[in-house]
């Protein structure tokens, strides 16, 4: 699944933060008009959940996910939601189980040989690499291409417009993630046109 989304959508996956829900549907239209289209809807805040009916009602070009998943209750809730693909910081046996039985496109999250293994032996050969620059960056990934060659990574934590390109030069990672691309004072400006320049740059 993730190839095919790629060669549809930029490899680029906004984190994505909704303060405001009224904020939802403008903001997943302006990265879309820039190309990017995997969007990751964090459930950091309350208006998270509600935001990705929102705009799966709203955007359809928008390929839309859940991010920050940290039980298999907010997994099934999302998924009742609408979401296309979840993301977690980590993993756990509960929520390797519950996203196992799901069948879907799944990240769970890595930083450790030991954590890639585990999610590796559920099942999962996509994983989410996080925090990444806090947990050794493009050199941690790399030294984890020797003995993980079937394993693609998402990297994101730390990073942003300035160095996404040397990770996506890598070629164990499918996609990198950030904050970068949906900046907090352009999003409370309500200026739209930012948040689609910054997706056309990317
Ligand atoms: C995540 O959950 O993927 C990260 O918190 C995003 O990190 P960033 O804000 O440093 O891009």
């Not at 920050?68 to 809730?77: F, G, H, I, M």
């Not at 756990?92 to 519950?98: K, N, T």
């Amino acid at each position: 699944m993730w190839d095919l989304w790629i060669e549809r959508a930029k490899p680029v996956m906004p984190v994505i933060v909704i303060d405001d829900p009224d904020h939802a549907v403008p903001l997943a239209q302006a990265l879309v008009e820039g190309g990017v289209r995997l969007l990751e809807i964090t459930l950091r805040t309350a208006a998270g959940m509600q935001a990705i009916s929102q705009i799966k009602r709203a955007v359809p070009e928008a390929i839309v996910g859940v991010g920050t998943v940290t039980s298999a209750r907010q997994l099934e809730d999302a998924l009742h939601r609408g979401a296309e693909f979840a993301v977690s910081p980590g993993s756990s046996p509960e929520l390797l189980a519950c996203a196992q039985e799901w069948g879907g496109p799944y990240l769970p999250g890595v930083a450790t040989p030991t954590e890639v293994m585990q999610a590796r032996e559920a099942g999962f050969r996509y994983q989410k690499f996080f925090p990444a620059s806090a947990a050794g960056g493009t050199a941690m990934l790399k030294a984890l291409a020797g003995p993980f060659a079937d394993v693609a990574f998402c990297p994101t934590g730390g990073i942003g417009a300035d160095n996404y390109r040397d990770y996506l030069a890598l070629n164990n990672v499918f996609a990198v993630g950030g904050s970068w691309l949906t900046p907090k004072t352009a999003v409370s400006a309500q200026n739209w046109q930012a948040l689609t320049s910054l997706a056309i740059a990317s």
